[in-house]
């Protein structure tokens, strides 16, 4: 199992990223600055170390958590933090949640942050060819599989493209769906059209599926 000791982060640079949605046939630019993000999505191992749960169907340390809400990923976030002595970067009320930006504790990526993470400087629809690169519905065997063996992309990160969703910290669209919050980088059980860089998807933030985790991030 893993320690309780800092994930291993890879430091992204600041840039630009350009976002876009298919259902509005909308896209912007977003600066970025600069942030250190996980290597892998957060493991079962990790998640279980830090909050003593055990999500999800199975108890595999190296496997992607799944089965978490992004409420479970923020909660995560804040105890690991707590744990490794930073500040924590939200702050909950009821049903409400602040970002404390002066934090130095650990946090979900922002969507244009995770964009620019999984495209780690290339232009393309993905980072390498996918087979390569992910797992997904062709070559997963309907299942997760532990992270971090497949290719990384060129900044060293793996697991961005398939084997499991991962929440971030946007809302979608609040005008025309609430609450609901931001997924990247397709699963396991999608076919090869979701594995790509810019695909959005967006569920409620207590949602629990067997094919969504995260990664965290800090800065």
């Known amino acids: 199992m893993e320690t309780t000791a800092s994930p291993e982060m890879v430091a992204v640079p600041a840039g630009r990223v350009l976002l876009s949605d298919r259902r509005t046939r909308r896209s912007w630019r977003?600066?970025?600055?600069?942030?250190?993000?996980?290597?892998?999505?957060?493991?079962q191992g990790k998640y279980?170390?830090?909050?003593?749960?055990?999500?999800?169907?199975?108890r595999e340390g190296r496997l992607p958590v799944e089965g978490v809400s992004w409420w479970d990923a923020i909660v995560f976030c804040n105890t690991l933090s707590e744990r490794?002595?930073?500040?924590?970067?939200?702050?909950?009320?009821?049903?409400?949640?602040?970002?404390?930006?002066?934090a130095n504790g650990y946090r979900l990526p922002t969507e244009a942050e995770w964009e620019r993470a999984c495209r780690a400087g290339t232009t393309g629809p993905r980072y390498g060819t996918?087979?390569?690169?992910?797992?997904?519905?062709?070559?997963?065997?309907?299942?997760p599989h532990e992270v971090g063996t497949k290719q990384p992309n060129p900044?060293?990160?793996?697991?961005?493209?398939?084997?499991?969703?991962?929440?971030?910290?946007?809302?979608?669209?609040?005008e025309v769906y609430g609450t609901y919050r931001v997924l990247r980088g397709g699963g396991w059980f999608d076919e090869h059209w979701s594995c790509r860089a810019s695909v959005r998807r967006r569920s409620h933030p207590t949602y629990r599926i067997d094919d969504v985790g995260f990664r965290i991030a800090r800065g």
Do not use: K, M, Q
């Not at 977003?30 to 493991?43: H, K, L, M, R, S």
């Not at 490794?84 to 002066?102: E, I, Q």
């Not at 900044?155 to 609040?174: A, F, I, M």
């Open 130 to 143: 996918l087979d390569a690169i992910a797992w997904y519905r062709d070559n997963s065997d309907g299942r």
């Open 84 to 102: 490794v002595g930073r500040a924590c970067v939200y702050r909950v009320v009821g049903d409400d949640v602040a970002w404390d930006t002066a």
């Open 155 to 174: 900044w060293g990160l793996h697991d961005t493209l398939g084997n499991v969703w991962e929440w971030c910290w946007d809302l979608y669209d609040p």
């Open 30 to 43: 977003v600066d970025v600055g600069p942030f250190e993000i996980a290597v892998n999505p957060v493991t």
């Open 48 to 58: 279980a170390e830090v909050t003593g749960e055990w999500p999800g169907a199975t």
